[in-house]
């Protein structure tokens, strides 16, 4: 009986690895076409100054609206892109698409902000990475200093000198970087010396408890602290409440992003906020 019971259990589990299997495999088929047919698209979050309180710039954050399947969020859809060739098409895509949006902003006659845009590690690998964002500046009539380029820590899986040449090369053209997710992964505060940074997102783990716990405090001070001794202006990512405004706004953070303010959202919202502001 419990000799029965264990291959079916087995059999179970190894079916169920099978359907996982295939369901990765039909995800990645229509993931293929997703772009063609037009069903990925991106939602933008406001970053508020905490000096100001104005928006000064939006992240990109991609979206798959499949027809069946319903709303895809970008943490299944990067990595399936990943381990395909998608990433390059999908991620151009994404760099495409938000340059242009942020230039029609502009052509609207709305006070230019910065536009934030993901770029994955493989995407990072490309060696046209850089003339693929110049190609897309020339092509929308983006002035590059209203992109900004987002890495992760997972970038620094490659080698350090690879990085520091690519994101010069960015630099050069006049494109910012901005370090993501920051303290989450593999931090080498030597690396973060050695990086041509403009920005450090500190990621919403930190912020998370900065309303209240002590030792989140501590932590969230001396990564915006960090950060600004090394010349760059500090976000925090993923804020959701008031006692964490205040805390961060003590802290001397330069900008907020998250739902306390605004949730990601379309084009048109994003296009009234900036009316409003003037
Ligand atoms: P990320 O770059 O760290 O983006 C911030 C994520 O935090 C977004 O999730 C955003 O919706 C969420 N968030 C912002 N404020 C709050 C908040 O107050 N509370 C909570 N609970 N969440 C908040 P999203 O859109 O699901 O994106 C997840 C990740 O997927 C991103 O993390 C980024 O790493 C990746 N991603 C998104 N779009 C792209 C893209 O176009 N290319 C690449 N390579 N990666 C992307
Ligand atoms: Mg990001
Ligand atoms: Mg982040
Ligand atoms: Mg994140």
Same mark, same amino acid.
């Given at each position: ?63 798959? &609206? ?56 493989? &995407? ?13 500046? &020339? ?21 350090? +000198? ?6 010069k090369g960015l630099k050069e053209i006049g494109v ?36 209240? +716990? ?62 409003q502001q003037g």
């Open positions: 009986k419990a000799k029965e019971k264990g291959r079916n259990q087995y059999l179970f589990c190894s079916t169920d690895m099978k359907g996982e299997v295939n369901r990765q495999n039909q995800l990645t088929n229509y993931l293929y076409r997703a772009l063609e047919k037009g069903e990925l698209f991106i939602n933008y979050q406001p970053q508020v100054c905490l000096n100001t309180g104005k928006v000064t710039g939006v992240e990109s954050l991609l979206r798959w &609206q499949h027809p069946e399947l319903g709303l895809i969020s970008p943490a299944v859809i990067i990595p399936l892109a990943e381990k395909t060739s998608l990433i390059n098409p999908i991620g151009e895509w994404v760099l495409e698409t938000a340059c242009r949006q942020n230039k029609a902003w502009q052509d609207m006659g709305m006070e230019p902000i910065l536009m934030a845009v993901n770029i994955s590690a493989s &995407q990072f690998k490309n060696p046209n990475l850089i003339s693929q964002v110049e190609g897309i500046l &020339q092509r929308t009539g983006l002035k590059p200093k209203y992109l900004e380029v987002e890495i992760t820590e997972s970038t620094a899986i490659l080698e350090l +000198n690879e990085i520091i040449c690519k994101l910012s970087i901005a370090i993501d997710d920051f303290g989450t992964e593999y931090s080498s505060l030597g690396r973060l010396k050695m990086l041509p940074l403009d920005r450090l997102k500190m990621d919403k783990q930190f912020v998370d408890g900065a309303g209240h +716990n002590h030792k989140d405090q501590a932590i969230a001070k001396a990564i915006i602290q960090l950060g600004k001794s090394l010349g760059l202006s500090v976000v925090a990512e993923g804020v959701e409440d008031e006692n964490q405004v205040s805390f961060l706004k003590t802290s001397h953070c330069d900008l907020i992003q998250g739902y306390y303010y605004y949730k990601p959202l379309d084009a048109a919202a994003i296009e009234e906020i900036l009316k």
